[in-house]
């Protein structure tokens, strides 16, 4: 089954997924494609705790976990790599842009339980891993290639990812893989096309897999995606072009008979930018002009485990260390984006030590500690500060030698450290017209320290209905109390009629809390399976007691499908509840309550040819989901047909 095979890193241990004790939850590249995920957004909807804001005018993701968003505070990487864009609009402040296609697998942990993955991720972290030759290639494959087309009838658009990959004898292998992209303005639930919903793709992965001897792996790759889309109003329009690039290298040495080392050193460079040209204005001369927006992120990842035995006790033993440099440029001629997207520097980094130690056959205990420090310079702002954050969990297994073996309780304490960014501390000028507030800078912004307290049950058992079925269960719940939380503060003057005097600034508001619970439960017996994930989360800002604007909508998710013909067909459904978000602070906007329904279906012809098909929101539902720009699409077909050779 599916679910025995999928193994995660989340407290940098290879282990399988069903053995973290934690909110962690995997898609696959099997269960990416199932659904035809056309975006991020589509690949994350589906997992508890966790949404993404995005606007149709604009390509870009930003992901929320368990209601905490922006500015780094969910760590996002690619191959390791750290994305760390920010722009600041009327959009998040925190975003990437990532082909789906070019994924093997998304590994998500909610909240700072992972805090050995570095600095800022307090509310948790998203890891993507691209496609890679070793995975790709079948058993008796030398070299292969796949194309696959796919067709949307909302919006028209078309779909081509092209991979071939190509075994290197015994020490590795090859992939490359183009994806191209061209969408045009889809219908909402009530047939209404949405303005700017167009644009076109193209994007290249290549990466480099070497196993220069039988315990140890190199991974090099280089991804680069590209972005075309217009945005803006009749007056004020733009032409963007985006280009974000990683480049990534991880060593991985478990060293044969050495239980001391199982070595990992990885490092990264990731670029993103984007160029504004004005289209549209009221002042002639200002057509024609561009504006950048540039971040470039270095960084590196070193940490080694060892698995001992001191008396009685099993430990594994993890120490290692971390950095990143963010270097942000920003030029503005056409007005004042550069000043609310400042330009400067960031340095991150830290040093940890973990140990997972097997007290009994029942009981395990996780102990570790982060040292972090960090650097931020500008032209307004020189700061630095750092912090200890401990972690200390504990897992309970009474039924080890009973039916219910693989039941295990847990309970956690973990803190999380997140430095003030860039734009938080230097952002200043006056807003645009008609309203021109001022923005203010905050040297004296603190770090935020979140205090997580979580509980929960996790579950993996075979056999149960069915010869050689799975059944997994993860469910849990947490209370997270964000000391110095960073959060904006308007202060208005109480005179309408001159804004000039109103301000805006990022602050330190005493304490945030978020609280909730989440759960999910699959089940694989072969010739069907079926899932059903659901979270509830809130969150207050406790000095003002008000609602926090970015804790997500209730929602259920569930997914029933079957397998005929010798599996080789693929059939099933996928529904999405959920509920209304009124629970918004006062000016915030609510979000009403949704139903989404859509089929799947497969068929592997042969070796060489696959056909499915998508039906997206089946019964049309004109929706928006909560704190999105624009309302999400109608009802969508997906027609696809992708084809392999091999040998």
């Known amino acids: 089954m599916e679910l025995d095979l999928i193994t995660v890193t989340v407290l940098k241990i290879k282990q399988a997924l069903s053995s973290v004790a934690g909110g962690v939850s995997v898609v696959s590249k099997e269960e990416k494609d199932r659904h035809g995920n056309a975006t991020v957004a589509d ?80 509310g948790g972290v998203v890891s993507f891993d691209t496609l890679d030759a070793l995975s790709f290639l ?45 969408n045009g303005d889809y219908e909402d639930g009530d047939g209404n096309t949405v303005a700017d919903s167009n644009r076109e793709v193209a994007a290249g992965l290549a990466k480099l897999s070497l196993t220069p001897t039988a315990d140890s792996r190199l ?20 032409g963007n072009e985006v280009k974000a690039e990683t480049l990534a290298a991880k060593l991985n040495w478990e060293a044969a008979g050495n239980d001391w080392i199982d070595f990992t050193a990885s490092s990264y460079w990731t670029s993103t930018h984007q160029d504004q040209e004005r289209l549209t204005a009221s002042n002639p001369a200002l057509i ?94 020189d700061s630095d500060g750092s912090h200890f954050s401990p972690k200390a969990t504990l897992v309970l297994k009474p039924f080890e030698n009973t039916a219910l073996k693989g039941l295990h309780f847990y309970g956690t304490y973990a803190e999380g450290y997140r430095a003030p960014s860039t734009t938080e501390t230097m952002i ?15 040297p004296d912004l603190k770090p935020e320290i979140a205090e997580n307290l979580e509980a929960g049950i996790t579950g993996q058992f075979s056999n149960v209905l069915d010869a050689e079925d799975a059944l997994s269960i993860r469910a849990g719940i947490f209370r997270n109390n964000v000391d110095d939380y960073i959060g904006a503060q308007y202060l208005d003057n109480g005179t309408p009629a001159n804004l000039a005097d109103d301000t805006y600034q990022y602050v330190n508001i005493a304490k945030a809390e978020l609280w909730g619970v989440e759960g999910e439960v699959s089940y694989d017996a072969g010739f069907m399976f079926a899932s059903v994930a659901a979270s509830m989360i809130r969150g207050k800002d406790k000095t003002a007691d008000d609602w926090l604007l970015t804790a997500p909508a209730d929602k259920v998710v569930s997914t029933l499908g079957v397998r005929f013909l010798d599996e080789k067909a693929t059939l099933g459904a996928r529904w999405f509840a959920v509920a209304a978000q009124d ?48 309302d999400s699409s109608g009802r969508s077909m997906m027609f696809t047909v992708e084809t392999r050779l091999g040998r």
């Open 583 to 630: 629970r918004v602070p006062t000016g915030g906007i609510p979000a009403d309550a949704y139903n989404l329904v859509n089929l799947f279906a497969s068929y592997q012809v042969n070796d060489s040819l696959k056909l499915a098909l998508n039906a997206e929101n089946i019964f049309n539902e004109d929706y928006r989901r909560y704190l999105d720009g624009t």
């Open 428 to 442: 200043g000028g006056f807003h645009p017209a008609p309203a021109p507030f001022q923005f203010l800078p905050n």
């Open 138 to 182: 079948r058993d008796d494959e030398e070299i292969a290639g796949s194309e696959k087309v796919t067709y949307n009838t909302n919006g028209k658009s078309i779909l081509s990812s092209t991979t071939g990959a190509l075994r290197l004898g015994d020490y590795g292998g090859i992939l490359g893989n183009i994806v191209y992209r061209d």
């Open 219 to 238: 991974d090099v790759s280089y991804l680069v995606n590209t972005d075309d889309f217009e945005n803006g109003t009749a007056t004020s329009r733009y």
């Open 288 to 381: 024609g002009l561009h504006r950048t927006f540039d971040i470039d992120t270095v960084g590196f990842d070193l940490f080694n485990t060892s698995r001992f035995s001191t008396g009685g006790l099993q430990h594994v033993l993890t120490i290692g260390g971390d950095a990143f440099h963010d270097d942000v440029k920003v030029v503005d001629p056409i007005s004042t984006a550069d000043l609310f997207t400042p330009s400067g520097e960031r340095t991150a980094g830290g040093a940890f030590v973990q140990d997972q130690v097997d007290v009994t056959q029942w009981m395990q205990v996780i102990v570790a500690g982060r040292y972090d420090v960090y650097s931020l310079t500008g032209t307004t702002v």
């Open 43 to 122: 690949v994350l909807a589906p997992i508890p705790g966790v949404s993404t804001e995005q606007s149709a005018n604009d390509p870009a993701t930003a992901i929320n976990i368990r209601g905490l968003q922006d500015f780094g505070r969910v760590a996002v990487t690619v191959d390791g790599a750290r994305q760390n864009f920010q722009r600041t609009g009327h959009n998040a402040d925190g975003m990437f842009y990532l082909e789906p296609e070019q994924l093997q697998q998304v590994s998500v942990t909610r909240g700072p339980i992972a805090n050995v993955y570095g600095s800022g991720a307090i």
